[in-house]
């Protein structure tokens, strides 16, 4: 369980097990579990399934921090849950109450916050969701493109995919793209830092990473959501109870890792931001609170 990857020697630990527990970590078996065939993609039901969606606006930046632990994901000391390899949180890495009767916070500060910054940005996506199931085989598509400030405004940021992870490493990719499906929390698929959100669309791609217009990175793995709201009016990230689907948001995450010819490998976002406490911030996870989607739920394309 105790992997390198999330090792506590490193400064930055929490990070790294949020990421990890995002995407899955990147261990040996759990590759080997990732790549296995199947017999051939199953299509979604009722057909193809496409969005599109645009945002701008309200667009923040989110700080890394520690994360409350919803009892009903993570249980208590005394009947501990949610602590599954790759999207759980190791119960070394939480904090209890005084009297050690329930959980309170991850010991380490991770990517799934309620600190942000407010900067400005805009997204456009559409995903085209033909194949059900994780196959190398899968038709499912991607066209992506995010430009983002950095909070002093100072940097800024293009994010560009074009092309799908078709097999996710741990938990299912759905083919590259999912639709009209329940994430995170205790579906098992990503993190259960993240609350148990309905997504209309997500997508698992391959991107390009351009900071102050100079192309950094050509392999990110960039993960994009359009889901039922996890913020309440403080932005607070919210337990499972909290989810609220009249308000839709997106979100834009690039994770520590980097997709090789031998599978994800963690691998730092070099963001060029420096946080107060002297590191680079590893990841990028932006939100954007104005946004507008045809199809899928929409109907549009049905
Ligand atoms: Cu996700």
Redesign the pocket.
Known sequence: MMRSFYGFKHPLAGVVLGMAG?LGAVSQPALARGIQLSSGPRAVAGGPLVVTSKGEGDVRWILPGKRPLDPKIFGTPAAPLGFEPDVGVPIAMRLTNADGSAWTTTAMPTPFSDKFARISGYYALKTVDVTLDDSPASKDKVAFSASFTSPDHNITYKVTSNRVVPVGPVHTFLGGVGSNFD??GKTGI?TKL?PTMPTLT?FWGVGTLAVNGTVVAKNRLV?V?VTCSVRDADYKLVFDDGVDCSHIHT?V?LPNVVVTPNGPMPSPVPTGFILPNGMEQPFLHIMYEDIKVDGGWAGKHR
């Open positions: 995002l994430f995170h990503g993240m997500t993960h959501m979100h995450i």
